[in-house]
Nanobody, 113 residues
Framework: QVQLVESGGGLVQPGGSLRLSCAASGIIFRNYAMSWLRQAPGKQRELVTT???????YYADSVKGRFTISRDNTRNTVYLQMNSLKPEDTAVYYC???????WGQGTQVTVSS
């Protein structure tokens, strides 16, 4: 049974930073790509970034240059370093196995002064 558990969200001022973590279990983690998505109030869930099992990355234009995805296969964990945060980054952030219905519970990120 696949489990994804996100952590690290919170309230931060504009321009600040946060690091999210997603711990995975029930899979051979190193074999899978991992994604972060987010859903803001009243909006559809959107893909933020993906890291392949070989370390290749994709970023949505809205976060390029500010967010960095990484993974630690020894800890079965994927990270999202978020810098220069903006109010429009406010959302619930989810990690996901791409192409599957395996989602974490989400972690709230609020960017506000």
């Amino acid at each position: 049974q696949v489990q994804l558990v996100e952590s690290g969200g919170g309230l931060v001022q504009p321009g600040g930073s946060l690091r999210l973590s997603c711990a995975a279990s029930g899979i051979i983690f190193r074999n899978y790509a991992m994604s972060w998505l987010r859903q803001a109030p009243g909006k559809q869930r959107e893909l933020v970034t993906t890291i392949g099992n070989t370390g290749s990355t994709y970023y949505a234009d809205s976060v390029k240059g500010r967010f960095t995805i990484s993974r630690d296969n020894t800890r079965n964990t994927v990270y999202l370093q978020m810098n220069s945060l903006k109010p429009e980054d406010t959302a619930v952030y989810y990690c996901n196995l791409p192409g599957t219905s395996n989602w974490g519970q989400g972690t709230q990120v609020t960017v506000s002064s």
